[in-house]
């Protein structure tokens, strides 16, 4: 088993107090964050505007985990540990003939997964998510004292739960439910409020955490569907993710798509998208490097990204692969 190699430095975020459900709820930075983290968070957003098609990335890293990971959906790195959320599916959904009550298929059946590992991989906890049709993590966010992740239905335009699981306790707290899809979750430390994007990233919604939606908008991206998004210093983040594109007759038409894999730095305050780039590798089963779980961190003009895009029944299974690149950025 290989341990990954990464060089930059994890990412924290400035301590901000918000208040919910009637009581203090602290969304604070790790407890040595200080400048340096700061800057490296600048660091990240800076760097990142700088990768282009050419930007050469390079494999440094590969774990296998040895454990049963099912179809992962995030990740996210602490000082101890590795977290990864996953969907077991244990009655596939069915798309319907047509609509019936809004929804466009069958809700399955499953069980979601916050898996805990240390930096070798070794799985420490499994910690399961959701209620009732709700059974789909999706991507995840670290504020430097909680993970962040939403809990939603397996099909679009129906129902969520967002959760916080303090990073230290690994106790989960349901923190409140919204009424569609949300895949992915990012806490905006210069607010204090949460980000979700629906199925397929095609909007947005802002919260405060007592769960009262503040804003939405409709994604100005058609590039990629954002899987995996992580916050970035000055209210932005940056996502990964892929398109499922279709194919020529010859290449076996639409049942044999293409994936596309993709990052995206967006602006959170001013709703649109900064800079977004292809990212071309592929994973041990053929799959786009970005798709499902992805982060990515700067030290200076140095960039680390961690994937874990196969699924455990997929390939050599699930593995963490790490790439390193490093730009240039514009002065």
């Not at 494999?59 to 790195?77: D, E, N, R, S, V």
């Not at 802002?206 to 970035?232: M, R």
Request: net charge negative.
């Amino acid at each position: 088993m290989n341990r990954i190699r990464t060089r930059g430095a994890l990412t924290a975020a400035a301590a901000v107090i918000v208040i919910a459900a009637g009581s203090a709820i602290a969304a604070q930075a790790a407890p040595q964050s200080g400048d340096s983290d700061r800057h490296t968070d600048t660091a990240l957003a800076d760097s990142f505007q700088a990768v282009d098609r050419s930007t050469n990335w390079e494999m440094t890293g590969k774990l296998k985990l040895g454990f049963p990971t099912f179809h992962p959906q995030g990740i996210a790195y602490t000082e101890d540990h590795i977290f990864l959320s996953s969907v077991e599916i244990t009655e596939p959904t069915v798309k319907y003939p047509a609509p019936r009550d809004g929804y466009d298929r069958t809700a399955g059946k499953g069980v979601g997964h916050l898996f805990v590992m240390d930096k070798a991989g070794n799985l420490q906890k499994d910690i399961t998510l959701g209620e009732g049709d709700m059974y789909h993590p999706g991507g995840l966010d670290f504020d430097g004292k909680n993970i962040w992740v939403s809990v939603a239905q397996y099909r679009p335009n129906s129902s969520s739960i967002i959760y916080s699981i303090d990073a230290a306790t690994l106790e989960a707290q349901k923190q409140f439910e919204v009424p569609d899809h949300f895949g992915g979750i990012v806490m905006d430390r210069q607010t204090g409020h949460l980000v979700g994007n629906t199925w397929g990233s095609r909007r947005f919604a802002e919260w405060n955490l007592k769960g009262k939606q503040l804003s939405t908008w409709q994604n100005p991206n058609h590039f990629i569907d954002y899987q995996d998004c992580q916050y970035v210093a000055g209210s932005q983040a940056v996502c990964g993710g892929v398109a499922n594109l279709p194919q020529t007759p010859a290449a076996g038409g639409t049942a044999a798509t293409y994936e596309l894999g993709g990052m995206a730095l967006i602006d959170l305050a001013k709703k649109t998208t900064l800079h977004d780039v292809p990212f071309q590798k592929w994973s041990t089963a053929g799959h786009a490097a970005t798709r499902n779980p992805f982060k990515l961190t700067a030290e200076g003009n140095h960039l680390t990204m961690h994937v874990a895009p196969d699924d455990a029944e997929e390939g050599n299974g699930t593995e963490i692969l790490t790439y390193e690149a490093t730009v240039t950025p514009a002065k």
